[in-house]
Structures are given as structure tokens and as C-alpha cells.
């Protein structure tokens, strides 16, 4: 059995942003790649890591980003139906702003299980889900390690098969 992958899924995308008032809103392509459109990608959100430090925040935050259906229930559950509901119409990007502060007033395991949701999200969807990770160059830094610290190397991808 081998040691845990270090490195980021697919659709998990760290981008070291420049701190600048107008940081614009251009999503970054896996690889360091530029898209056409100037960077932009189909179904682009950005919402902000400031306003999800709790948990309650974060569903609160992705429900106004993603104006997610009323039925959605602000739960882990609830989150994946909503998500897979939302990529049968298309592919969707989640550009995090200030994304160090991704729930950092919740217990470790919350960012984990989040990033569990969101890799079985984007293993399953008929479209391509893309998560990007926002924020300047040092707090960034901080941020890959709580994510490899909580996950083990073990979110990505569906489980292989034979």
C-alpha cells in the first residue's frame, strides 16, 4: 500500500491571488492553463471564505452564491443533491475569495468533510465541477497544509476500479 497523495483532485484548484482592492474575478484554469474568454469559465461563482468561517456560514454562503433551491436543507446531504442537481444543467467553478478562512472557526474535520462532499460531487456529475481556492500567496500556504492535514491525501476521486 502506498503513502497518500500530497498533491491536489482535479477539480481542486489553489490560487495564490494578489491582495489588490479590484483582485478580479477571472478563474484560473487547472495547470496554470488560460481559458478562452480571458480566464472566465461557464458557470462561474465566487463567494467569499470570510463570510463561511462556520459551518452555518458556509451553507448560508454557498445558497446565495449558487441560489441554491429552497429545498436545500443546509446540511452535508443536502449540499451533494443540490450540487449534482446543479451540474446536470452545466459545468460549474467555485472560486473561494479569502479561502484561508474557509471554516476555520469549525473543528478541522468540517473542511474535510466538505472536500469529501465536494470530490464525490465532482466524481459523479455529468458535468465537470471545479472548486478554486483563493487567497494571497502566505495564507495559501496555510491553507494546503490544513487540507492535507484533514484529508490524508484520500479526496478526489471516484474509487478505482478493476
Do not use: I
Request: glycine share 16%; proline share 8%; hydrophobic share 45%.
Amino acid at each position: 500500500m502506498g503513502a497518500a497523495s500530497p498533491h491536489a483532485p482535479a477539480w481542486l484548484v489553489y490560487d495564490g491571488a494578489s491582495p489588490e482592492p479590484d483582485g478580479g474575478a477571472a478563474v484560473p484554469g487547472s495547470g496554470g492553463d488560460p481559458q478562452s474568454g480571458g480566464g472566465a469559465l461557464p458557470g462561474g461563482v465566487l463567494m467569499s471564505g470570510e463570510q463561511a468561517r462556520t459551518r452555518a456560514g458556509l451553507h448560508e454562503a454557498l445558497a446565495g452564491a449558487l441560489a441554491l433551491p429552497g429545498w436545500y436543507g443546509r446540511n452535508w446531504d443536502a449540499l451533494a443533491d443540490a450540487l449534482a442537481d446543479r451540474l446536470d444543467a452545466g459545468p460549474l467553478t467555485v472560486v473561494v475569495s479569502d479561502a484561508a478562512d474557509l471554516l476555520a472557526d469549525e473543528p478541522p474535520a468540517h473542511l474535510g468533510t466538505l472536500l469529501d462532499v465536494l470530490g464525490a460531487v465532482a466524481a459523479g456529475g455529468h458535468e465537470t465541477l471545479r472548486v478554486v481556492l483563493r487567497d494571497d500567496t502566505e495564507r495559501l500556504s496555510a491553507l494546503r497544509a490544513r487540507v492535507a492535514a484533514v484529508l490524508g491525501g484520500r479526496v478526489g476521486g471516484p474509487p478505482a476500479t478493476g
